[in-house]
């Protein structure tokens, strides 16, 4: 499927790597409001609560995706950075303060480097209001998905990306796959995942319902390896609340697109922004067509990150 030219105006996307390019992050350059749906049981992430609508910070300078699990957590401290050189942040009388809520996937390799404060720089230092760059870049660039009999009848993961109108309004969607269970197409078939020798899909959720991997056990399977994550982005002008609201309707589409999803060995998060500069009030019919929207852009996200990552 050929993307689209135009992404969401308004929304900055930037890689940076590290390790020779086998991990890295992915930064969305704000400010915007925005919003989070956590549906993972193993999450690794930072600066979560300014994004309750009950904070105090209207808004957010930065998000941030980042492999490296934990470790990788240090890129925002370099997104950070670059945002306080731009003289970017919530002003709280003495000085800014850039706000960068990040999440992680885990990608780590035995003594392999992990993204850290200049990967969170560079990616920055990339970052374009263009279609992002998608398959093994970024966040995604040492991602992998179908993990139930070991990494060696895995395949590869990534970043994928899409973005679809909705009246006058744009609605986008990059996602990070790195799950533990096998991405299907639109028909529902298994485009990517665990397989067997040779080569065919072992079918993680059958595997699953009959107790474990073929050899009897879930091999390598540990808490927090694996998580998917997303961020939907509109310029319609929603507001903390309306935004969560498109968050909650736009995370079923991990439930559509992977299976099985939201395990107690995945993060998965989806966070959701308005580029528009002012929050309206928008009716409760819009923000659920604008929900269902996000829903469809991000289930042809995670699709695209497992095709583009494989060409």
Known sequence: MTAPVRFVPGLAVGHGHAYGGLTGCTVFLGPFRAAV???????????????????????????????GSAFGLAAADGVMAWLEEQGRGYDTGVTRVPIVPAAVIFDLHAHA???????????????????????????????TVGKIAGPEQAMPGGVGAWA??????????????????????????????????DGSFLDTAAQVRRGAAPSGEMKD???????????VATDAPLSRVDLGRMARTAAN????????????????MVFAVSTSPEAVSVSPTEVLALGVAAQHALEEAITRAVVEADR
């Not at 589409?253 to 060995?265: E, G, K, M, Q, Y």
Request: aromatic residues 2%; glycine residues 14%.
């Open 37 to 67: 749906e956590v549906r993972g049981l193993a999450t690794g992430s930072r600066e979560l609560g300014v994004l309750d609508p009950h904070h105090l910070v209207p808004a957010v300078d930065a998000i941030l995706l980042t492999g």
């Open 164 to 197: 679809v109108d909705m009246g006058s309004w744009r609605v986008g969607a990059v996602a990070v796959v790195n799950a533990l269970g096998d991405v299907l197409d639109a028909a529902g078939t298994i485009v990517a995942g665990a397989r067997t020798a």
């Open 113 to 143: 480097t992990r993204p850290d404060s200049e990967t969170g720089v560079a990616a920055c230092a990339d970052a374009r209001e263009a279609w992002p760059a998608e398959g093994r870049v970024g966040a995604g660039a040492g991602a």
């Open 221 to 231: 399977v540990v808490s927090g390896t694996n998580t998917t994550l997303a961020v």
């Open 253 to 268: 589409a991990l439930a559509r697109r992977i299976s099985p999803v939201h395990t107690p060995f995945d993060g998965d």
